[in-house]
């Protein structure tokens, strides 16, 4: 898998995309259970992370990967901060609990 970009983009797209589908399609917790209010804001550093850590091997070995390490990892941020707003659009569009403190975290 190290020799062929297409597959890494391949996995990396696959990842992001059950991150956004579990993002968008996980309910909220009751605001009144407070551990689990806490514990659901925690996954977001975490799923980020994850996705950071996707795009950022789906993006080497392309194109975007001559600036090297540096600049693909701001891509990366960059992408991740997309996604998240984005997810957040869809929540709000869903009707649910869109929160930009979620994007933040």
């Not at 983009?9 to 990842?15: E, P």
């Not at 209010?37 to 194109?63: I, Y």
């Amino acid at each position: 898998m190290n020799g062929n970009p297409g597959v890494r983009r391949w996995v990396a797209a696959v990842v992001v995309g059950v991150c956004v589908v579990v993002a968008v399609a996980a309910p909220d917790p009751d605001r009144y259970q407070r551990s689990l209010v806490g514990l659901h804001d925690f996954l977001h550093v975490p799923g980020f992370a994850v996705v950071v850590a996707s795009l950022f091997f789906g993006l080497s070995r392309t194109p975007f990967a001559l600036g090297g390490r540096r600049k693909r990892l701001i891509l990366a941020f960059t992408g991740a901060l997309t996604i998240g707003v984005a997810v957040e659009l869809i929540q709000a569009m869903w009707g649910g609990d869109a929160d930009p403190w979620d994007v933040v975290r």
